[in-house]
């Protein structure tokens, strides 16, 4: 097989946060800030670490803005749910002795406990968050990690994201990439990435990893 290792983002891709992070957003901007910003924008921002985020929506307050945030999200982790075929395909893929990394812009304690919410952790060789590495997505650097991690060269993997900074993270490090077509983000936005692959459910993937030999 030429594919013998998959990256995985996971808020947008493996995990449906996205209600969560709007609601959680809109709570911190207007608990702290007074103020509000629309959805649009916020989506925008899908993919860059939470740190990142709250400097330019808070300046001097970023710190007080990320602390309500987090609050806020702890509280609701009702919000979260799967992805289209996230579960069947981690399955399926382990099965196949793929090799898989979780490559995400969240810090690792909290991607860790929303992976253990649906018992995903065991299904991940390795776990690269904005601790792992000095540059962060769209850097390839994260995508240049996991892919040593796993004991493979870039171009065996596959980086499967939600959004532009994924895309480009991994085919900046010669990754193969597929996003998703559940994203919020702008398809345009997407394909201006030029993904090797646009999937609707995970579960495409295991097809993609057979007819790459």
Known sequence: MKIQGILF?????????NELNFQSFEYALDAVLHTTVSRDILTQTFGKPLQSIMQELGGPQWQELRQAF???????EELISLCPGAAEALVQ??????????????????????LELFQL???FNTFITPESTIHHKPHPEPAQKA?????????????VGDSNHDLQCGKEAGCLTAAVDYSLLDPVLLRQCQPDYHIENLTQLIKIIQQET
């Not at 987090?70 to 609701?76: E, I, K, N, P």
């Not at 892919?147 to 980086?159: C, R, S, Y």
């Open 147 to 159: 892919a040593l991690e796993l004991k493979l060269l870039p171009g065996q993997t596959i980086f």
């Open 70 to 76: 987090l609050d806020y999200a702890h509280s609701h």
């Open 93 to 114: 893929l382990q099965a196949l002795h793929i090799r898989m990394a979780l490559v995400t812009s969240r810090l690792r304690q909290s991607a860790l406990h929303d």
């Open 9 to 17: 983002d996971l808020d947008g891709t493996l995990l449906n946060t």
């Open 121 to 123: 952790t065991p299904y």
